[in-house]
């Protein structure tokens, strides 16, 4: 008997415990909250619609591990007009330079930059993520976080064109002679009068080699793509020899080229830009250098002649110096240009002027820069870039200045679009 009541006594204590861890158990850990499976997730913290949510020590984690933003490339659509003004790649990369080129955009008349992403050199301003550019090696990393350099510019409001030297590569001729425009005399690479190599323009590998380029630059931020040296060479050419067939011309081998670049380029949306010599708007040939004004316009959204007035012979509309008479050049030019654009079907609206920011036949003062602007507007250019090749600008070149009044000779006025038929 008293065994019995022992054993009784044993089984209701033993219970009792078993009672008593299972309640603190249940308060400390409450039942069907926390269970994980095999691949360790917990399994209690699935929310009614299946998906995990985070525990206290991911919260804890979260809390205290920096998240990085994942950076995202953006683009602005082009300003009508634009007013830009150009730096190498050199300038735009280097820190005290930068600076200057942001307060040139803060507080003056500027919308846009135009920035070197292939000069003259053939080298290319910063990395790009494709395997025939690396191969090559024509990376030149001149301009550090193009990225986010950018968006600092589109933070400011400033449409960014990325400029591109076409056939003028010393660079690529050296990793690719055979792309190169050859010396009769010789067989080897040619160079024209100022020792520059330049690459064949019926090359069909530098067209491709152009357009994996402009697409790179239009990934990072760029908003348009300027094409320059988008012609034959012109000095020194007696010894060249250009790979093309006798029944091809200059102009037609262009023309295909532009042809290539408008497929490829504007199909996908990038917004694409040509410059060419100034005369070309009042010259009817080629110059010589396969640049025929019509045949440019249907393949870009805008067209830059170079009106620089130092460019102009002596002699030119009877100015023995024609840099001494900005507005009456680029005036001139630019209704020219107009009434050739209309003449051929295509938009006045496309042609865009580089204009002269720099001291060559006369020392350009901000009057004189500003004349080029008032004859700019009074063309109805669709805007205009200033030029100068060290990027150093003063203010005053791009500050806003009242309207100036100019007489103009009914020789150069405009072709409305109505008097075409």
Known sequence: M???????????????IIILLWVTSSWLLPLNKISYGNDGTSLGDLNNSGTTTATTSDN???????????????????????????????????????????????????????IDIKDYSGRISFPMDDPEITSIGSVQERIRDIKEMIGKLHDEGIYVIGRVAVFQDPFIVKVHPEWSVINKNTGGVWKDSGGANWV????????KYVATIAKQAYAVGFDEINFDYV????????TAK????????????????FSYLHDELS????????????????DTGDMGIGQHFENVLPYFDFVDPMVYPSHYINGFLNFSKPAEHPYAIVKYEL????????????????????????????????????????????????????????SVYNREFVSAFPPMKFKTSTTTARLSTSTVL
Request: aromatic letters at 10%; proline letters at 6%; hydrophobic letters at 45%.
């Open 2 to 16: 008293h065994s019995a009541k022992v054993a009784i006594v044993t089984v209701i204590t033993v219970s009792f």
């Open 60 to 114: 804890f984690l979260a809390s205290t591990t920096p998240v990085v933003p994942v950076f995202v490339v953006t683009h602005i659509s082009t300003p009508i007009p634009v007013k830009a003004a150009y730096f190498t790649s050199w300038s735009a990369g280097t820190p005290s330079f930068q600076k200057e080129m942001f307060s040139l955009v803060q507080g003056t008349e500027l919308n846009s930059l135009v």
């Open 200 to 207: 064949d323009p019926d090359n069909k590998e530098m067209w």
């Open 231 to 238: 012609r034959f060479p012109s000095d020194g050419i007696s």
């Open 242 to 257: 250009f790979d093309k067939t006798a029944s091809t011309t200059k102009a037609e081998v262009l023309t295909q080229f």
């Open 267 to 282: 199909s996908a949306g990038i917004p694409i830009s040509a410059d060419v010599f100034g005369q070309t708007t009042s």
């Open 335 to 390: 209704d020219q240009a107009a009434l050739r654009a209309v003449t051929a079907s295509s938009s006045p609206d496309k042609i865009r002027p580089w204009l002269q920011a720099f001291d060559l036949g006369a020392i350009y003062t901000p009057e004189m820069v500003h004349e080029q602007i008032q004859a700019t507007s009074d063309a109805g250019a669709n805007g205009w870039l200033l030029w100068n090749a060290g």
